[in-house]
């Protein structure tokens, strides 16, 4: 059994953060939380409505408090957004107040898993299909300073 009471899958857009935090809750007989999901609640919005209609900077403080509401939460398994740990405090928070696993997959592997789900992700919804691939590896070399911790 795992020492810590709450664990944070962590990764890019596309990594399977969802799918693998529902199977681990499942093995471990714990609740999965999404963290989108809480805030499209809280909110009342989409990612995508709040994206296009308040802005990144907006939705990623509401993403920042969301995370930190859920600190009181135990024998659970969280799934944040791609971009969760490279705002704000929201790495040294996770690391502080649970295990945290990256899920990491090659930028070739990431654009296999989103081409067909662009639309549907506000931060590549506008890329040309054919820019994808340098659009993640940009990002990912970027955010990977934050997963790594």
Same mark, same amino acid.
Request: net charge positive; proline share 2%.
């Given at each position: ?8 899958? /962590?990764?890019?857009?596309g990594s399977?953060?969802t799918? @693998? #935090? +529902?199977?681990? %809750?499942s =093995?471990?007989?714990? $609740?999965? /939380?999404d963290?989108?999901?809480v805030?499209?609640?809280k @909110? #009342? +919005?989409?990612? %995508?409505? =709040?994206?296009?209609? $308040?802005?990144e ?8 408090e969301?995370? +930190?509401g ?8 969280i ?14 928070f996770?690391?502080?107040t649970?295990l945290?696993i990256?899920?990491?997959?090659t ?8 081409i ?15 820019d994808?691939?340098?659009f ?6 970027f955010r990977?300073?934050?997963y790594n911790?």
């Open positions: 059994m795992l020492s810590s009471q709450k664990v944070y899958i /962590i990764g890019f857009m399977g953060k799918t @693998t #935090g +529902k199977k681990l %809750a =093995l471990l007989g714990w $609740s999965f /939380i963290l989108d999901k805030i499209e609640e @909110t #009342g +919005k989409t990612i %995508a409505e =709040l994206f296009s209609y $308040s802005g900077d907006y939705f990623r403080d509401v993403e920042s969301a995370l +930190k859920l600190q009181s939460e135990m024998n659970s398994i799934s944040t957004g791609g971009g969760t740990p490279c705002y704000g405090d929201n790495m040294a996770m690391l502080e649970g945290t990256y899920l990491k997959l930028p070739a592997q990431l654009k296999s898993r989103l067909e789900s662009k639309t549907e992700r506000p931060l590549i919804k506008n890329i040309n299909s054919n994808l691939l340098s993640i590896e940009n990002k990912l070399s990977e300073t934050y911790k």
